[in-house]
């Protein structure tokens, strides 16, 4: 009885859907997935907000000899599977309502492919072009002295997000480890391989885009020699699952950065094109391919596209444009909500973000796992393991897709709810 009066309530909370909303577009596939799965209302009430929300002020002294606040979030959103897990970004731009929705993701995709974590986010409001790195090494070293009640091992492990790094990573794990009077290198992942960072942690988005893509054509009786392949970005989703790809024998016919892109319908040498990007900053003047902009390679012919740029790029105004078999989603958020239904009446296979980006979050998870350990493995063990792990995933959710009879976005949602949900309901609601 119960259960039907809040199932009601999970439609009446659908709000219409703000299409470039992150939190919007997160809470609708959210609200979908826990109505098919007839969640019950008192785990949904728990598990449709974050578990805490730091809201700090940084003072920092920057190089004037003035100090200057800066504000700062840290968002927790779930621990049912283990310590919170997430990464840590600086933007001028950057809010708490998007820091929200990002932690929120990284429960939903640390469940997905079923790795014991829960989900994090953090980010601080600063444009880190416009200082220097001392400036930034007080700033990152004062948050992490805030946060740290909250992160640690066992608590909260942050990681490297849009303008933090390596760098960024080592500067926390020190400050931490000064506090605690020893070193803590579990306390972060995406750290420098020499201070406890993992092999293959680098390429690990990318390849973990290879392996989807693998496992998606054989769902089409394709080969990689016979499939095209089209990937927005160049950075390291893109450029190095674009690689990997090429490396492989797929043919990559186009690629971008964010001026714009070049197309070969032949096929691209991409190491070639990128370290002609590399050196020249831009692919304009690359011989032998045709330039197109971004709008354009979207609606490119191809079997398989790789949107690894940036969010919203597939929306309602050009899903019904989109030519390929198979979206293999390497940002976060590339595709709207609106855009899914699209996508999936025009019989698109969409491997969603949640999974097919994930191979960076499971080596951060083995990082952790050696870190702990204090013993560290062959790059070949990390990228068998983040193979065999990948796999397993993309198979749950090809399964679980089919066993409900829904596309595989809800799909994906639907599977680490039930994960979580089912944690949560055993350990107790501490209520
Ligand atoms: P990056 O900065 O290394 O590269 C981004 C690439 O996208 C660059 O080639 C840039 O020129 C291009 N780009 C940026 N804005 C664009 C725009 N508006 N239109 C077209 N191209 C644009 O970033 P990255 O680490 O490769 O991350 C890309 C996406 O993947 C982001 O959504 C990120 O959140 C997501 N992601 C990254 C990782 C990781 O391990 N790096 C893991 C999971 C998800």
Known sequence: MATTMYSTMYVDDIREIKEE?????????????AQLLDLDPDLYAVLRVPNRELKVYIPTKMDS????????FRVQHNFARG?????????????????????????WKCAVVNVPFGGAKGGIICDPQQMSVGE??????????????FIGPEKDVPAPDMNTNEQTMAWIMDTYSMHARHTVTAVVTGKPIDLGGSSGRREATGRGILIVVNEAIKRFKMTPAE?????????????????????????????????????????????????????TRSFEGYEG??????EELLELECDVLVPAATENQI????????????????????????????????????????????GGVTVSYFEWVQDRMGYFWREDVVNERLQDKMVASFN?????????????????????????????RMRGIYA
């Open 136 to 149: 930034l090494e007080r700033m990152t070293r004062r948050y992490a002295a805030e946060l740290l009640d």
């Open 83 to 107: 310590p919170a897990k997430g990464g840590i970004r600086y933007a001028p731009d950057v809010n708490i309502d998007e820091v929200r929705a990002l932690a929120a993701w990284m429960t």
């Open 289 to 294: 391919v045709e330039f197109v902009s971004n």
């Open 227 to 279: 499939t095209r392949v089209v990937v927005q970005g160049s950075g390291n989703v893109g450029g190095i699952g674009a690689r990997l790809l090429h490396e492989s024998g797929y043919k990559v016919v186009a690629i971008s950065d964010i001026h714009g892109g070049i197309y070969n319908p032949g096929g691209i040498n991409i190491p070639n094109a990128l370290e002609y990007l590399r050196t």
């Open 315 to 358: 929306n309602s105004q050009n899903a019904d444009r989109i030519k390929c078999k198979v979206l293999a989603e390497g940002a976060n958020g590339p595709t709207t909500a609106a855009a899914d239904e699209i996508l999936h009446r025009n019989g698109v296979f969409v491997v969603p973000d949640i999974l097919a980006n994930a």
């Open 21 to 33: 909303n992150p939190f919007e577009s997160m809470m609708s596939r959210f609200d979908r997935a």
């Open 396 to 424: 749950d959710l090809c399964r679980y897709a089919d066993a409900h009879s829904v596309d595989t976005r809800t799909a994906a949602y639907m599977l680490a709810i039930d994960r979580v949900a089912y944690d949560t």
């Open 65 to 72: 000899g003035r100090i200057q606040v800066f504000e700062g």
